[in-house]
């Protein structure tokens, strides 16, 4: 008689204390409902906004459609929050986890956080480790080492409340240019986000970027871009999709969050985009080569602005890419030959093999003679 094999428990992470909650909630949903049932069993851990980790029963009565407020507030008399570990208490109600699989964009899930607590535990996890995590997070961060690997992006400067009195309209005009993107470093899905074309344009759009981070660029703008994607998948030696384009319309500016997960209904995708091959090629080039450099693991998104002139910009990096109905890394994959269901396969086991490799590096303790 074949011995039945055992299914692989998976720890399905999501929500977050960022803009992109509830975004990361209809990612899950999307994931959990393509997960094979016969391959995987999975428990369900809500990340509240307030970064509490609620267990499988309460996150698996939100799932089913009851209000999230409500569920929280039956929940918190439950922990004792004079304990360090009450926010993460609750994943210690599904003590067999195999491996998590992170679906929190944004902060804490997309900055390192989590990956550290995965570290700590001893635990695959999907996507990409601390320190890829956390540079690809951070705008600046990533720009720098797009530059030393010589990866084009666009021009910017760096405001900080140290620096703001200096970055004047005038000096950004003139180190930047008179079309500008005003960006939170650290924050992702346009949050934040404001074009300026004029000083009092720039004074309100460095105002509320401030109210999201405190550090900002300030970046070229490039004229009637197109905005063009890529689908990175795999590890130490990753594949790249076919390519995906965005059509925005022209009264929107740029692709912002309402019309990237509110209302979506002016924009078009073109998937896959037809490309001059040496362009797709190069974008595909540039993808893969930021992936490398930025020592990305499993997946990401890499999101670029190609000029009128057919120029390829690198402009960000997103290491947990959406996975909700209208969401390009699973669609790009998908024109690419590998289905949904197939997609998240792989990615459970790029995390398991990830988790292999790092627990074949050795470490040597040396023991101080005692005094």
Aim: with cysteine; proline share 4%; charged share 25%.
């Amino acid at each position: 008689m074949m011995e039945t094999q055992k299914k692989v428990h998976v720890g399905l992470l999501f929500g977050g204390n960022s803009s992109e909650h509830d975004v990361s909630k209809r990612s899950a949903h999307n994931i959990y409902d393509a997960m094979d049932k016969e391959k995987y069993d999975v428990d369900l851990f809500l990340l509240t906004k307030d970064g509490i980790v609620l267990d499988n029963a309460a996150t698996q009565r939100i799932f089913a459609g009851e209000p999230e407020d409500q569920v929280v507030a039956d929940e918190m008399p439950k922990l004792d929050l004079s304990d360090p570990l009450a926010p993460i208490k609750n994943l210690a109600t599904a003590t067999d986890i195999d491996i998590f699989y992170p679906v929190v964009h944004g902060n804490l899930g997309e900055d390192g956080t989590l990956q550290g607590l995965f570290k700590l535990l001893k635990k695959p996890f999907v996507g990409s480790g601390v320190l890829a995590s956390a540079a690809s997070f951070d705008k600046d961060i990533t720009k720098q080492i797009l530059t030393h690997n010589h990866i084009q992006n666009t021009k910017y400067v760096v405001v900080t409340p140290e620096n703001r009195d200096q970055m004047t309209y005038a000096y950004l005009q003139e180190h930047v240019g008179d079309h500008l993107f005003i960006k939170p470093a650290n924050q992702g899905s346009s949050v934040g986000i404001h074009k300026a074309e004029t000083e009092q344009e720039y004074l309100d759009g460095l105002a509320d970027a401030f109210k999201y981070d405190f550090k900002i660029l300030v970046e070229e703008s490039i004229d009637n871009p197109r905005e063009v994607e890529c689908s990175i998948l795999g590890n130490e030696n990753p594949k790249a999709s076919k390519l995906g384009a965005i059509d925005v319309p022209k009264s929107d500016t740029f692709y912002d969050y309402n019309n990237k997960f509110v209302d979506a209904s002016g924009v078009s995708f073109e998937l896959p985009v037809e490309l001059p091959a040496d362009l797709t090629k190069r974008i595909q080039d540039m993808s893969l080569g930021a992936f490398k450099a930025l020592g990305l693991k499993g997946m990401a998104r890499v999101d670029f602005l190609v000029s009128e002139d057919g120029e390829p910009y690198l402009g960000e990096i997103n290491t947990l890419p959406g996975f909700t109905n209208i969401s390009l890394y699973p669609k790009l994959w998908e024109v690419s030959g590998i289905g949904y269901s197939d997609l998240i396969d792989q990615l459970i086991q790029l995390g398991f093999d990830e988790f292999k490799r790092q627990s074949a590096i050795h470490y040597d303790f040396v023991a101080l003679d005692a005094e």
